[in-house]
């Protein structure tokens, strides 16, 4: 039961912290672009990755979107929830808004692009 109720608050808590963190993304050109691409994409952790060859101009702005993911999520955190939990419900949501063509990470560790149907996500993700 306790389980239940971390899971629920860390769900509320996560759709607040994806929200913030997605839509101040979304402003970065750079990122858009990237994303359009399928240069990058989401993984179940909770943050971006990059996939195939990484420029040095990619890794700094996947690096920059997981700093700023990771505060969020620390300042999310709590109630008996770790960070990496946290994160992890934030994985499962955020891949879950992923748009018809852009890419995620399904849970064995592969790209896949997003079709019209849902994506493959971890199991544990409600």
Request: proline letters at 6%; a positive charge.
């Amino acid at each position: 039961m306790k389980m239940f109720h971390i899971a629920a608050l860390i769900a509320i808590a996560a759709a607040g912290a994806v929200v913030a963190t997605a839509a101040q993304a979304q402003r970065d050109p750079a990122y858009a672009a990237a994303r359009a691409a399928g240069q990058v994409g989401e993984q179940p952790d909770g943050y971006l990755g990059i996939v195939g060859a990484a420029t040095p101009a990619l890794r700094a702005l996947v690096n920059d979107i997981n700093i700023k993911r990771k505060a969020a999520y620390a300042r999310q955190a709590g109630n008996g929830a770790t960070i990496e939990q946290f994160a992890f419900v934030s994985g499962c949501n955020l891949v879950l808004q992923t748009q018809p063509g852009e890419r995620y990470q399904t849970p064995t560790g592969s790209w896949a692009t997003r079709s019209a149907g849902a994506p493959t996500r971890d199991p544990r993700c409600v």
